[in-house]
């Protein structure tokens, strides 16, 4: 008698089917690497688009150059991304090797450093998004209590490509806590009842 993969031996001993927990397994590992290229790419996109944007705007004869590294908020989300993508990017490779080889993850302590990078990666990227959110408004509303002007009124299109760079970081780091539950899931399964023993190909 079989029932989602597990088998039940005469002497009612569950015996798991490696060929059901490699197709599973399979399918995570598409999943997680297609995450893991979307994360890459607009991580790249968010830090390219930030740190590449200037303006300069002459005020009473004087020439005034905005860039990103005048707000530190933006500052730690360049460097949040960048973080990020290259962290993608080497993760990435590690899920084209494991799959290339047919290996499933049974190593408890390279799942656990996986789950620890993608939780880390997840709270860093969205704290970077809402800080260099938070900035954002500032510059767009100002702050008439403060006495801090309208930024975005006289460099605008500064800060319609910061807006472009804020937007990529928020869906990469969505991605990547969508990233951190399929890590979760790949790390808690190996405290089930599958061990999984059998299955040669530890990754």
Not at 169 to 174: D, I, P, Q, R, V
Not at 176 to 181: I, R
Request: glycine share 10%; net charge positive.
């Amino acid at each position: 008698m079989s029932y989602l993969g597990v088998g039940v031996s005469p002497g009612n001993v569950p015996v798991y089917h490696g060929s059901n927990l490699k197709a599973v397994d399979r399918r995570v590992r598409i999943a997680e690497l297609v995450l893991r290229c979307l994360i890459c790419g607009l991580g790249v996109l968010a830090a390219v688009l930030i740190g590449s944007d200037t303006q300069i705007k002459e005020i009473f004869s004087i020439k005034k150059k905005a860039k990103f590294t005048d707000m530190k908020a933006l500052v730690f989300l360049v460097v949040a991304n960048g973080l990020a993508a290259a962290y993608s990017l080497v993760q990435g490779l590690r899920c084209v090797v494991s799959m290339v080889r047919g290996s499933v993850l049974f190593n408890k302590p390279l799942a656990w450093a996986i789950f620890s990078g993608d939780q880390l990666m997840a709270y860093l990227m969205l704290a970077a998004v809402a800080a260099a959110a938070q900035s954002s408004v500032f510059a767009m509303f100002g702050e008439p209590e403060l006495q801090w002007m309208k930024i975005c009124s006289m460099y605008g299109k500064f800060c319609n490509q910061v807006g472009e760079g804020i937007a990529s970081a928020l869906f990469a780091s969505l991605s990547m806590v969508a990233l951190s539950g399929i890590s979760a899931f790949s790390l808690f399964r190996l405290y089930g009842g599958n061990k999984g023993g059998k299955i040669s190909g530890r990754w």
